[in-house]
T-cell receptor
Framework: DVKVTQSSRYLVKRTGEKVFLECVQD?????MFWYRQDPGLGLRLIYF???????EKGDIPEGYSVSREKKERFSLILESASTNQTSMYLC???????????????FGPGTRLLVL | GQQLNQSPQSMFIQEGEDVSMNCTSS?????WLWYKQDPGEGPVLLIA?????ELTSNGRLTAQFGITRKDSFLNISASIPSDVGIYFC?????????????FGQGTRLTINP
């Protein structure tokens, strides 16, 4: 079974703090993704990576950065947390598909972040 | 980025009723996916659709890939309490070396026993 784990289920931080969210996958997937989930807005892509040390901006990258030093690990960094970054953060991974059925994204359980 | 319009945003139904939700896009997708998110968990894939007009079932779930490739629907028959959750549609596109998903806003399903 594919396993995507996230370092924390719940996190409370203060405005201005630097926040690290860690994601690890154990299936040797090339692609990894960070989303935020907000009510009524669905999942919005923050950043993704298709290889080690490679990163690409998603739809809402402002205020975030990422790091992928190892294939299995993808970190999301909030350099200076703000209250509007209070959200549920979901990490996902996928193979680089070579055929039908391989493009599924597997999600972690999510980290609910509250910025005070 | 692209937007998917998913409706309805929420549904309140009685156990045993059938459920229908749909997704529309202004752009064409080559793959449509339907995910379900249980409370406190990440989304899990339910059904994947790869060809325009394709109709696929997974138990009590049926999904169709629209002929225009700009829409998809999901039906759940004879709903049961464990169907409660948020359902997301997603269209797949290829951007800068990776397969990227665009998600709808989600449909929150609540079932009265």
């Amino acid at each position: 079974d594919v396993k995507v784990t996230q370092s924390s289920r719940y996190l409370v931080k203060r405005t201005g703090e630097k926040v690290f969210l860690e994601c690890v996958q154990d299936m040797d997937h090339e692609n990894m993704f960070w989303y935020r989930q907000d009510p009524g807005l669905g999942l919005r892509l923050i950043y993704f990576s298709y290889d080690v040390k490679m990163k690409e901006k998603g739809d809402i990258p402002e205020g975030y950065s990422v790091s992928r030093e190892k294939k299995e690990r993808f970190s999301l960094i909030l350099e200076s947390a703000s209250t509007n970054q209070t959200s549920m953060y979901l990490c996902a991974s996928s193979l680089e598909p070579s055929g039908r059925g391989q493009e599924t994204q597997y999600f972690g359980p999510g980290t609910r972040l509250l910025v005070l | 980025g692209q937007q998917l319009n998913q409706s309805p945003q929420s549904m309140f139904i009685q156990e045993g009723e059938d459920v229908s939700m749909n997704c529309t896009s202004s752009s064409i997708f080559n793959t449509w996916l339907w995910y379900k998110q249980d409370p406190g968990e990440g989304p899990v894939l339910l059904i994947a659709l790869y060809k325009a007009g394709e109709l696929t079932s997974n138990g009590r779930l049926t999904a169709q890939f629209g002929i225009t490739r700009k829409d998809s629907f999901l039906n759940i028959s004879a709903s049961i309490p464990s169907d409660v959750g948020i359902y997301f549609c997603a269209g797949r596109e290829r951007i800068q070396g990776a397969q990227k998903l665009v998600f709808g806003q989600g449909t929150r399903l609540t079932i009265n026993p």
